[in-house]
Protein backbone atom coordinates (compact mmCIF):
# COMPACT_ATOMS: atom_id res chain seq x y z
CA UNK A 1 0.00 0.00 0.00
CA UNK A 2 1.07 3.58 -0.80
CA UNK A 3 -0.20 4.72 2.70
CA UNK A 4 -0.13 3.18 5.64
CA UNK A 5 -3.70 1.80 6.47
CA UNK A 6 -5.14 3.31 9.90
CA UNK A 7 -5.95 -0.30 11.37
CA UNK A 8 -5.52 -3.97 9.63
CA UNK A 9 -8.99 -4.28 7.80
CA UNK A 10 -11.89 -4.79 10.13
CA UNK A 11 -9.06 -4.05 13.04
CA UNK A 12 -7.72 -7.30 12.98
CA UNK A 13 -10.19 -9.61 10.99
CA UNK A 14 -7.43 -9.84 8.29
CA UNK A 15 -4.92 -10.67 10.94
CA UNK A 16 -6.79 -13.41 11.80
CA UNK A 17 -7.44 -14.21 8.20
CA UNK A 18 -3.44 -14.56 8.06
CA UNK A 19 -3.32 -16.64 11.17
CA UNK A 20 -6.28 -18.65 11.21
CA UNK A 21 -6.71 -20.16 7.67
CA UNK A 22 -5.40 -23.57 8.11
CA UNK A 23 -2.56 -25.28 5.69
CA UNK A 24 -5.55 -28.07 4.38
CA UNK A 25 -6.75 -27.26 0.81
CA UNK A 26 -8.54 -26.75 -0.81
CA UNK A 27 -8.69 -23.05 1.21
CA UNK A 28 -12.08 -22.38 2.98
CA UNK A 29 -14.99 -21.21 1.20
CA UNK A 30 -15.01 -16.97 1.78
CA UNK A 31 -18.40 -15.71 3.76
CA UNK A 32 -21.42 -15.74 0.69
CA UNK A 33 -21.99 -11.75 2.03
CA UNK A 34 -23.05 -8.94 -0.13
CA UNK A 35 -22.83 -5.33 0.60
CA UNK A 36 -25.29 -2.36 0.01
CA UNK A 37 -26.01 1.11 0.81
CA UNK A 38 -22.18 2.38 2.32
CA UNK A 39 -22.36 5.58 3.35
CA UNK A 40 -19.53 7.29 4.94
CA UNK A 41 -19.97 10.42 6.84
CA UNK A 42 -23.59 10.82 5.78
CA UNK A 43 -22.22 11.13 1.94
CA UNK A 44 -20.50 14.36 2.63
CA UNK A 45 -16.98 15.34 2.04
CA UNK A 46 -13.85 14.18 4.77
CA UNK A 47 -12.04 17.46 5.44
CA UNK A 48 -8.68 17.01 7.09
CA UNK A 49 -6.54 20.07 8.35
CA UNK A 50 -2.42 19.94 8.40
CA UNK A 51 -2.77 17.89 11.89
CA UNK A 52 -6.19 16.36 11.99
CA UNK A 53 -7.20 12.96 13.38
CA UNK A 54 -10.81 13.06 11.85
CA UNK A 55 -13.72 10.07 12.70
CA UNK A 56 -16.33 9.44 10.23
CA UNK A 57 -19.19 7.07 10.80
CA UNK A 58 -20.03 4.51 7.70
CA UNK A 59 -23.31 2.49 7.79
CA UNK A 60 -23.97 -0.10 5.30
CA UNK A 61 -26.52 -2.97 4.60
CA UNK A 62 -25.14 -6.89 4.75
CA UNK A 63 -27.51 -9.54 2.89
CA UNK A 64 -26.62 -13.12 3.24
CA UNK A 65 -28.24 -16.61 2.72
CA UNK A 66 -30.24 -17.83 5.65
CA UNK A 67 -27.98 -20.54 6.06
CA UNK A 68 -25.22 -18.11 6.98
CA UNK A 69 -25.32 -17.20 10.42
CA UNK A 70 -23.75 -13.32 10.90
CA UNK A 71 -22.72 -14.46 14.18
CA UNK A 72 -19.55 -16.09 12.57
CA UNK A 73 -18.67 -13.48 10.28
CA UNK A 74 -17.19 -10.06 10.76
CA UNK A 75 -17.73 -7.19 7.95
CA UNK A 76 -16.82 -3.59 7.78
CA UNK A 77 -16.26 -0.90 5.55
CA UNK A 78 -12.55 -0.29 3.67
CA UNK A 79 -12.08 3.20 2.21
CA UNK A 80 -9.38 2.63 -0.91
CA UNK A 81 -7.42 3.82 -4.59
CA UNK A 82 -6.85 1.86 -7.02
CA UNK A 83 -8.27 -1.08 -8.96
CA UNK A 84 -9.93 -2.83 -6.01
CA UNK A 85 -10.30 -2.83 -2.43
CA UNK A 86 -8.57 -6.00 -2.07
CA UNK A 87 -5.31 -4.81 -4.04
CA UNK A 88 -5.68 -1.00 -3.42
CA UNK A 89 -2.92 1.52 -3.37
CA UNK A 90 -4.06 2.78 -0.51
CA UNK A 91 -6.23 1.94 2.14
CA UNK A 92 -8.21 3.08 5.13
CA UNK A 93 -9.86 0.61 6.86
CA UNK A 94 -12.28 0.72 9.80
CA UNK A 95 -11.41 0.83 13.39
CA UNK A 96 -13.07 -2.64 14.04
CA UNK A 97 -16.00 -4.61 12.86
CA UNK A 98 -19.16 -3.33 12.34
CA UNK A 99 -21.87 -3.45 14.81
CA UNK A 100 -24.84 -5.06 12.98
CA UNK A 101 -29.05 -5.26 13.97
CA UNK A 102 -30.99 -8.42 12.36
CA UNK A 103 -33.55 -6.93 10.02
CA UNK A 104 -34.57 -10.39 9.14
CA UNK A 105 -32.84 -13.83 8.48
CA UNK A 106 -31.42 -12.45 5.32
CA UNK A 107 -30.40 -8.62 5.98
CA UNK A 108 -28.50 -6.71 8.28
CA UNK A 109 -28.26 -3.29 9.14
CA UNK A 110 -24.69 -2.44 10.17
CA UNK A 111 -22.40 0.96 11.30
CA UNK A 112 -18.49 1.44 12.23
CA UNK A 113 -16.14 3.66 12.68
CA UNK A 114 -13.77 4.90 10.58
CA UNK A 115 -10.51 7.40 11.62
CA UNK A 116 -8.29 9.38 9.40
CA UNK A 117 -5.29 11.13 10.72
CA UNK A 118 -3.52 13.80 8.39
CA UNK A 119 -0.18 12.40 9.37
CA UNK A 120 -0.51 8.87 7.57
CA UNK A 121 -2.21 10.70 4.29
CA UNK A 122 0.70 12.38 1.66
CA UNK A 123 -0.89 15.45 -0.03
CA UNK A 124 -1.67 13.69 -3.67
CA UNK A 125 -3.91 11.24 -1.61
CA UNK A 126 -6.47 14.14 -1.80
CA UNK A 127 -9.03 13.52 -4.15
CA UNK A 128 -12.14 10.78 -4.49
CA UNK A 129 -11.52 7.70 -2.66
CA UNK A 130 -13.60 4.86 -3.58
CA UNK A 131 -15.79 2.83 -1.01
CA UNK A 132 -15.70 -1.09 -0.44
CA UNK A 133 -16.47 -3.55 2.21
CA UNK A 134 -14.63 -6.86 3.40
CA UNK A 135 -16.47 -9.91 5.35
CA UNK A 136 -14.34 -12.90 7.61
CA UNK A 137 -14.93 -15.54 8.23
CA UNK A 138 -14.17 -16.06 12.73
CA UNK A 139 -13.80 -19.57 12.35
CA UNK A 140 -11.40 -20.11 9.35
CA UNK A 141 -10.15 -16.62 8.23
CA UNK A 142 -11.10 -16.47 4.62
CA UNK A 143 -12.20 -13.30 3.48
CA UNK A 144 -14.69 -11.72 0.83
CA UNK A 145 -14.13 -8.49 -0.47
CA UNK A 146 -16.50 -6.19 -2.43
CA UNK A 147 -15.69 -3.03 -4.41
CA UNK A 148 -17.31 -0.03 -6.22
CA UNK A 149 -19.70 0.58 -3.40
CA UNK A 150 -19.52 4.40 -4.24
CA UNK A 151 -17.04 6.80 -3.19
CA UNK A 152 -16.04 9.86 -1.30
CA UNK A 153 -13.97 13.36 -1.62
CA UNK A 154 -10.74 13.54 1.10
CA UNK A 155 -9.82 16.89 0.99
CA UNK A 156 -7.60 19.06 2.44
CA UNK A 157 -8.84 21.85 4.71
CA UNK A 158 -8.22 25.82 3.29
CA UNK A 159 -7.97 28.67 5.45
CA UNK A 160 -8.59 32.56 4.76
CA UNK A 161 -7.69 35.40 6.88
CA UNK A 162 -8.76 39.06 6.00
CA UNK A 163 -7.81 42.65 7.38
CA UNK A 164 -9.24 45.90 6.26
CA UNK A 165 -7.85 48.82 6.59
CA UNK A 166 -7.80 51.90 7.59
CA UNK A 167 -10.48 51.54 10.48
CA UNK A 168 -12.80 53.73 10.98
CA UNK A 169 -12.58 55.23 7.24
CA UNK A 170 -14.08 58.16 5.99
CA UNK A 171 -16.97 57.74 3.71
CA UNK A 172 -15.73 57.90 0.16
CA UNK A 173 -12.58 57.08 1.65
CA UNK A 174 -10.18 54.02 0.01
CA UNK A 175 -10.10 50.48 2.24
CA UNK A 176 -7.82 48.41 1.58
CA UNK A 177 -8.56 44.60 2.73
CA UNK A 178 -5.51 42.42 2.05
CA UNK A 179 -5.42 38.68 3.38
CA UNK A 180 -3.65 35.45 2.69
CA UNK A 181 -5.24 31.74 1.42
CA UNK A 182 -3.55 28.42 2.38
CA UNK A 183 -4.41 24.86 2.74
CA UNK A 184 -3.19 22.11 4.94
CA UNK A 185 -0.11 20.06 3.76
CA UNK A 186 -0.47 16.71 5.58
CA UNK A 187 3.21 15.51 5.34
CA UNK A 188 4.51 18.18 7.05
CA UNK A 189 1.71 18.71 9.53
CA UNK A 190 1.37 22.73 8.23
CA UNK A 191 -0.42 24.98 6.40
CA UNK A 192 0.95 26.19 3.05
CA UNK A 193 0.01 28.93 0.67
CA UNK A 194 -2.59 28.32 -2.19
CA UNK A 195 -1.71 30.62 -5.26
CA UNK A 196 -3.27 31.22 -8.43
CA UNK A 197 -6.91 30.51 -7.13
CA UNK A 198 -10.16 32.48 -7.68
CA UNK A 199 -11.20 34.10 -4.43
CA UNK A 200 -14.26 36.73 -4.17
CA UNK A 201 -14.05 39.82 -1.52
CA UNK A 202 -17.77 39.57 -0.26
CA UNK A 203 -19.07 42.55 1.71
CA UNK A 204 -21.91 42.86 4.56
CA UNK A 205 -23.91 45.68 5.64
CA UNK A 206 -23.60 46.10 9.55
CA UNK A 207 -26.53 45.05 11.14
CA UNK A 208 -27.06 41.68 9.30
CA UNK A 209 -27.74 40.02 6.22
CA UNK A 210 -25.91 38.15 3.87
CA UNK A 211 -22.62 38.74 2.22
CA UNK A 212 -22.46 39.48 -1.20
CA UNK A 213 -19.55 39.46 -4.05
CA UNK A 214 -17.81 42.79 -4.34
CA UNK A 215 -14.93 41.91 -6.36
CA UNK A 216 -13.05 38.50 -7.20
CA UNK A 217 -9.23 38.57 -7.48
CA UNK A 218 -6.36 35.84 -7.58
CA UNK A 219 -4.37 34.55 -4.93
CA UNK A 220 -0.99 35.27 -5.20
CA UNK A 221 2.08 32.61 -5.52
CA UNK A 222 2.13 32.93 -1.79
CA UNK A 223 -1.18 32.84 -1.43
CA UNK A 224 -1.75 36.75 -0.59
CA UNK A 225 -4.91 38.67 -0.97
CA UNK A 226 -4.75 42.41 -1.55
CA UNK A 227 -8.14 44.54 -2.56
CA UNK A 228 -9.51 47.98 -2.61
CA UNK A 229 -12.74 49.15 -2.36
CA UNK A 230 -14.87 52.39 -1.90
CA UNK A 231 -15.55 52.84 1.46
CA UNK A 232 -19.85 53.61 1.85
CA UNK A 233 -21.20 51.70 4.78
CA UNK A 234 -20.49 50.27 8.13
CA UNK A 235 -20.15 46.67 7.18
CA UNK A 236 -17.51 43.68 7.37
CA UNK A 237 -15.23 42.06 4.47
CA UNK A 238 -13.98 39.01 4.36
CA UNK A 239 -12.88 36.50 1.44
CA UNK A 240 -14.46 33.53 0.38
CA UNK A 241 -12.88 30.46 -1.43
CA UNK A 242 -15.31 27.62 -3.65
CA UNK A 243 -13.00 24.77 -2.99
CA UNK A 244 -11.32 22.34 -5.68
CA UNK A 245 -11.99 18.31 -5.83
CA UNK A 246 -8.98 18.12 -3.75
CA UNK A 247 -8.94 21.63 -1.28
CA UNK A 248 -12.20 22.41 0.70
CA UNK A 249 -14.45 25.57 0.51
CA UNK A 250 -13.72 28.21 2.61
CA UNK A 251 -14.89 31.92 4.31
CA UNK A 252 -12.98 33.33 5.97
CA UNK A 253 -13.88 35.63 9.70
CA UNK A 254 -15.26 39.13 8.17
CA UNK A 255 -13.27 42.56 9.55
CA UNK A 256 -15.62 44.87 10.44
CA UNK A 257 -15.09 49.02 8.92
CA UNK A 258 -16.64 51.88 10.80
CA UNK A 259 -17.23 53.95 8.14
CA UNK A 260 -17.99 58.27 9.35
Request: hydrophobic share 40%.
Amino acid sequence: MRIRATAAAVSGALALSALAVPAAHPAPAAPDVTFSHLKVNGGRAITLGATSIVKVEATYTVTHPATVSMSGVLTGPVLYRGSSAERADAQIAADGPGTCATVDATTANCRATITIPARELYDSDAGTWKQGGVAVDKKTGADTWRSGLGTVPVRRAARLTADAAPEPVRKGGTITVTGRLTRADWRHGTWVAFGGRSVKLQFRAAGGGAYTTVKTLTSSANGALRATVRARSDGSYRFGFAGTSTTSAVSGPGDHVDVR
